[in-house]
C-alpha cells in the first residue's frame, strides 16, 4: 500500500472526527446555512480542476479539468453568496428595535 | 529550485485555508458569529485558489480564466434566488461538486504522465462511481424538488433487484479494471453505469423524504471530493472533502431520527406507498371549525400561543402575514413562539430560513425537543401548512405508518386550531385524529388569507 495513501488515511479520519465534533455543535437553527457553507467549502476541488486544466496535457483532459473549473467555482461563488445572505436574516429581537 | 519554493508556498496557502475552513464550520455554532464564519470561509478559499494559480506548470491559463468565469457568471444568480428555492439551488450544488469531482478523476485516468497502478485505479473507480451516481442523483432531487419531476414515489415490481444489480454492474467493472487498469473501453462503461444508478437511486424516493435524501446527497458529493483527495495525494480536499462528508452524514442521522426511519428504509422503502390502511370503520367523527373573527378572539384572550409553521405556509408564501400576527399579538401582550420540527420544510433548517426572512427574531423558533414540555401550558397552538408533524397517531396508533416518529405535541395545549384548506390528508397521505379532537378548531381557508384576515380582526377590533 502506497505511503501516501496511508498519510491521506490519517488526515482524513482526523478531519472525520474534527467535522463530527464541530459540526454536532451548529445550531439545528443553521441547518440550512450550514448545508450551502459546505458545499461552498467542498467546491475547493477547483484548486485540482485548475490543475488540471492549465497543464493541458491532452484535448479531452483539458475539457474535462475546464468543466470541472466552471462547474466547482459556481459553486463556490454561489454557496458563500447565499450562506451569506440567509445569516444576514437571521436577527435577535434586542438587534431589531 | 524555484519551483520547490513554490510548491512550498502552495503547501502553506492550503494548509491556511484547510485552518480557516475548520474555524468557519466552528463559528456557525451560534447565529452571532455565523457570518463571521462565512468570511473565513471565502478568506481561506480565495487564498488557496490565488495559489493554486501560481503552482508549477501551468501555461494554458485561458482554459482556467474563462471556466472561472463562466462559473462565476452560473453562481452568482444561483447564490441570489429565492429562500423557497434554496432545497433546489442546493440539491443542484450538490450535482455540481459531484460532477466536478467525476470529472477531475476521470481526467486522472486518461493523464498520461505514468500508467494507472492497481491500487490507483482502485482508488480512481470508486471516486468516480461515487461522484457519477451522486451526480445524476441530484439532478433527480433537483427536479423533484423544483416540480418539473413528479413527487410521488415512483415504484416499480423488482425496482430494488433492477437498481441494486445496476449497482453491481458498477462494482463488476471496477473490479474489472483493477485487474487490467490498462483497459480504457470498459472505463467510460463503468462511468456510465454508474450515471445510471444515481437516476435509479433517486426516483423512486418520494418528497416527503427530500430533507434526508438532500442529506444524504451532501455525504456523497463531500466523500467523493475527500476521495479525490486520495487519487491526487491533495490533503485540502481530502479535509474540506471529509468535513462535507461528515456534515451531510450528521444531518442524514437527524433527518432518519426526526422521521423515525433507517438510512435503507428510506432509500428502498419508498414512503407515501403505503396509502394507511387506518381507514377505520367509518364511525361518524365530528369536526369543528370556527371563522377568523372567532380565531382572533380566542388569540387575543391568551397569554400563550405556539405557532407550528409547516411547508405548507411557505408554499401559500403566508410567512409574511404571520409576521404581521405574531406582531400583532405581541403588541397585545402575548408570549408567541414557533415550533419547528426538525423535517419542517424540503431541507434541514429550511423552516427557520423562511421565518428568519420575515423578519421574525431567531430566538422565538424553538425546537421541537425544548417546546414539547411547553405545550400543556400553552392556550393556542396555532398550525399553518403542518400536517404530518402534528399527527398523535405517530404516538398511540401502531398500525399507522408514522408510528414512532417524534412529533410536536400539540394535542395537548388548551386549543389547536388549524388552517387547511380542505379535510384532504397531506403529503404522506395519512389522516390525522389531531383534527377530530374536542379543543380543535379547524380554520378552512387559504393561509395566507386566512392569516391576513386574523390580523384584520385583532387590529382593528380593540
Known amino acids: 500500500m502506497p505511503a501516501d495513501f496511508i498519510s491521506n488515511l490519517y488526515v482524513f479520519i482526523l478531519a472525520g472526527f474534527v467535522g463530527f465534533e464541530v459540526i454536532r455543535r451548529v445550531s439545528p437553527l443553521l441547518h440550512t446555512p450550514l448545508m450551502s457553507l459546505t458545499n461552498a467549502l467542498d467546491a475547493i476541488v477547483v484548486v485540482a480542476a485548475i490543475i488540471i486544466a492549465g497543464r493541458h496535457e491532452t484535448r479531452l483532459t483539458t475539457i474535462l ?33 | 529550485m524555484t519551483a520547490f519554493d513554490l510548491q512550498q508556498y502552495l503547501d502553506f496557502a492550503y494548509i491556511a485555508a484547510v485552518v480557516l475552513f475548520i474555524l468557519s464550520l466552528k463559528f456557525l455554532s451560534s447565529p452571532t458569529t455565523a457570518r463571521m464564519g462565512v468570511l473565513c470561509g471565502e478568506i481561506g478559499a480565495a487564498l488557496a485558489v490565488v495559489a493554486t494559480l501560481f503552482t508549477p506548470g501551468l501555461h494554458e491559463y485561458r482554459w482556467i480564466l474563462i471556466p472561472l468565469i463562466i462559473g462565476a457568471g452560473v453562481g452568482i444568480p444561483l447564490g441570489l434566488v429565492h429562500m423557497t428555492a434554496v432545497p433546489q439551488r442546493t440539491a443542484l450544488s450538490h450535482a455540481f461538486g459531484a460532477l466536478s469531482a467525476a470529472m477531475i478523476g476521470i481526467a486522472e485516468y486518461y493523464v498520461g504522465t505514468a500508467p494507472v497502478t492497481r491500487f490507483e485505479m482502485g482508488e480512481i473507480a470508486l471516486e468516480v462511481i461515487i461522484g457519477s451516481l451522486t451526480f445524476t442523483g441530484s439532478l433527480i432531487a433537483a427536479g423533484k424538488l423544483q416540480e418539473i419531476l413528479p413527487q410521488r414515489p415512483v415504484v416499480y415490481r423488482g425496482q430494488n433487484i433492477v437498481s441494486l444489480s445496476v449497482l453491481g454492474a458498477a462494482l463488476a467493472l471496477a473490479v474489472a479494471l483493477v485487474v487490467n487498469p490498462g483497459d480504457t473501453l470498459l472505463f467510460p462503461i463503468m462511468v456510465i453505469v454508474a450515471l445510471f444508478f444515481g437516476i435509479l437511486l433517486v426516483t423512486p424516493i418520494g418528497g416527503a423524504d427530500m430533507p434526508t435524501v438532500i442529506s444524504l446527497l451532501n455525504s456523497y458529493a463531500g466523500f467523493s471530493a475527500a476521495l479525490l483527495g486520495f487519487v491526487l495525494n491533495s490533503k485540502v480536499l481530502v479535509v474540506a472533502g ?221
Open chain 1, 65 to 97: 479539468g475546464a468543466i470541472a473549473v466552471a462547474a466547482s467555482f459556481s459553486n463556490m461563488v454561489g454557496g458563500f453568496l447565499i450562506t451569506d445572505r440567509m445569516l444576514r436574516m437571521f436577527k435577535s429581537r434586542s438587534k431589531q428595535q
Open chain 2, 242 to 462: 471529509a468535513l462535507d462528508g461528515s456534515s451531510g452524514f450528521i444531518l442524514s442521522l437527524i433527518m432518519c431520527k426526526a422521521m423515525n426511519r433507517s438510512f435503507t428504509n428510506v432509500m428502498f422503502g419508498a414512503f407515501g406507498q403505503v396509502q394507511a390502511s387506518a381507514a377505520k370503520g367509518k364511525e361518524e367523527r365530528v369536526v369543528r371549525s370556527a371563522t377568523a373573527e372567532e380565531a382572533a378572539s380566542i388569540l387575543s384572550a391568551a397569554n400563550k400561543v405556539v405557532i407550528v409553521p409547516g411547508y405548507g405556509m411557505a408554499v401559500a408564501q403566508a410567512q409574511h402575514k404571520v409576521r404581521e400576527l405574531y406582531d400583532v399579538l405581541t403588541k397585545k401582550g402575548v408570549d408567541v413562539r414557533f415550533a419547528i420540527h426538525p423535517v419542517a420544510g424540503r431541507m434541514p433548517g429550511h423552516m427557520n430560513v423562511l421565518l428568519a426572512e420575515a423578519d421574525i427574531p431567531y430566538d422565538r423558533l424553538v425546537e421541537m425537543d425544548e417546546i414539547n414540555g411547553d405545550f400543556p401550558q400553552t392556550d393556542v397552538a396555532l398550525i399553518i401548512g403542518a400536517n404530518d408533524v402534528t399527527n398523535p397517531a405517530a404516538r398511540t396508533d401502531q398500525s399507522s405508518p408514522i408510528f414512532g416518529m417524534p412529533i410536536l405535541d400539540v394535542d395537548k395545549a388548551h386549543t389547536v386550531m388549524v388552517i387547511k384548506r380542505s379535510m384532504n390528508p397531506g403529503f404522506a397521505g395519512i389522516d390525522n385524529p389531531l383534527y377530530y379532537l374536542n379543543q380543535t378548531l379547524m380554520l378552512f381557508g387559504d393561509a395566507k388569507q386566512f392569516v391576513g384576515a386574523i390580523v384584520r380582526e385583532l387590529a382593528g377590533g380593540h
